[in-house]
């Protein structure tokens, strides 16, 4: 059964059928040389958090990875070893789940401005319409819902990567992203 049906430089839908497919989609997200923001969408249970996980994974974190839920931002520093970057250089990047937020601009209260002008900060920002108004537009939208409970494939998930016009501009390319 085909997992794509898109082919697309700047879109793609997948399907994922385990959570083998989820931690391939990740290794490819690591792979794309993203900076900015990156908007997770999808209901309670669509898997945002676990790519998520399996994405810092991929970008070389080794340690737990906790659900920001409560917390609003996890902040981590990932050490670059990957063959592409070997300088031992730091990437920052920030999970960020604004679910509880009440009010967009709780975020200038915690300083989030400063991960989205960090250099080279990847935000991976879940439930991010909860403060649309108050961000700015991300590089990549991602769209997860889970897919109707029918025989074996009632834990699968749905997946819409699409590239904004700011991640277009950057020369993203989502058309070999595969499962």
């Known amino acids: 059964m085909p997992n ?10 997948l399907t994922l059928y ?3 497919d989820t931690q391939r989609l990740a290794a490819q997200l690591a792979a794309l040389p993203l900076t900015g923001s990156v908007w997770l969408a999808g209901d309670l249970g669509a898997g945002k958090t ?3 996980r399996y994405w810092l994974q991929a970008l070389g974190h ?12 996890e902040p981590y520093s990932i050490e ?3 063959i592409e970057q070997k300088d031992g250089s730091i990437k920052p990047v920030y999970h960020a789940d604004l679910y509880r937020l009440q009010d967009p601009e709780e975020l200038s209260f915690i300083g989030f401005d400063e991960y989205l002008d960090e250099p080279n900060a990847l935000v991976i920002i879940e439930w991010a319409s909860r403060a649309d108004s108050y961000l700015p537009p ?15 494939d009632k834990e699968s998930r749905h997946v819409e ?5 700011a991640g277009q501009a950057q020369g993203l390319d989502l058309s070999s992203f595969k499962i």
Request: charged letters at 20%.
């Open 4 to 13: 794509s049906t898109t082919e697309d430089k700047n879109v793609k839908t």
């Open 18 to 20: 385990s959570e083998d």
């Open 50 to 52: 676990t790519l998520t």
């Open 62 to 73: 080794t340690g737990a990875v906790k659900s920001p839920t409560y917390t609003l931002v």
């Open 80 to 82: 670059q070893n990957s």
């Open 138 to 152: 991300p590089i990549l939208f991602i769209d997860m819902t889970q897919a109707n409970s029918s025989g074996k």
């Open 161 to 165: 990567l699409r590239l904004s016009k």
